[in-house]
């Protein structure tokens, strides 16, 4: 019946609400680039600072092959440090990417604001192509839980009779089911019709009673004491009044 029907749909929007998304959030602090005759680095900070430097140049290049138009077919150098294997799904890939930019007001980091403008501006070129990291898994469940209500609706279906199979195997949709739908229906509509009536004639019912029985009374007030008989049998015409009310 329709109230089974809708208690399977609820059931299996509620199934539904439930979804498996994977995320993953990366805070890179990318150090700036140095130049060993400025800074006067020596030993261990000048290796330091030659491994930073490295590495600015690997995303260097990953950046300039992503972002260059002209290099489109080009292979992506992100296996070159790890650093541009780390963020390979933050360039290009399906992420959402922030590059915040820190430059110097100072005439003399001239050179490096401009060089870190120009890296910014090529890294600005890549599109990246974000999508919904959602659970196979629950991909698969939710299609089968889809599935399940969709058998047992035609299973409802068939006990109900809305649903037929013929001699010959082909399913069709039962006509005298629609049919009895149809004429329940109107019986329904037939029951309360019926019932709006019958309260209407009680209601003149009473009313024809209570005008009868004021009849009577006005009579019995003209009758007066001097006819006993007709007194007493417009008592019993009251009281029969009474009773059928």
């Given at each position: ?8 749909i ?11 998304l ?22 261990e ?11 600015l140049?690997?995303?260097?290049n990953?950046?300039?092959a992503?972002?260059d ?12 440090s790890k ?7 933050s ?6 990417t ?13 050179m490096?604001?401009?060089n ?8 600005r ?9 959602q ?51 109107e019986?329904?509509?037939?029951r ?38 007709i007194?007493?049998m417009?008592?019993?015409y ?8």
């Amino acid at each position: 019946d329709n109230a089974t029907d809708n208690r399977i749909i609820s059931e299996s929007s509620q199934m539904n609400e439930f979804e498996t998304l994977t995320a993953k959030f990366h805070f890179v602090d990318l150090a700036g680039s140095e130049r060993l005759k400025r800074t006067g680095a020596t030993g261990e900070r000048a290796r330091e600072g030659i491994s930073i430097n490295c590495g600015l140049l690997a995303l260097g290049n990953v950046i300039s092959a992503l972002g260059d138009k002209s290099k489109k077919a080009t292979h992506v150098p992100y296996r070159d440090s790890k650093l541009t294997r780390l963020l390979q799904d933050s360039l290009g890939g399906n992420s959402q990417t922030l590059m915040i930019a820190c430059v110097s007001p100072s005439d003399r980091d001239f050179m490096e604001t401009l060089n870190t403008l120009k890296y910014a501006n090529r890294a600005r070129n890549i599109k990246n192509k974000v999508m919904v990291n959602q659970d196979r898994a629950s991909q698969q469940i939710n299609a089968l839980r889809s599935e399940i209500t969709r058998l047992q609706m035609e299973l409802m279906e068939y006990k109900t009779g809305k649903r037929i199979i013929d001699e010959e195997g082909v399913e069709s949709i039962n006509d005298m089911f629609h049919e009895n739908a149809m004429l329940q229906t109107e019986n329904n509509n037939l029951r309360v019709r019926i019932k709006a009536m019958q309260e209407t004639i009680d209601a003149l019912r009473a009313r024809v009673t209570q005008l009868v029985s004021d009849q009577a009374n006005q009579v019995l007030a003209r009758a007066g004491e001097g006819n006993e008989e007709i007194g007493n049998m417009i008592h019993n015409y009251i009281k029969e009044i009474e009773d059928l009310r």
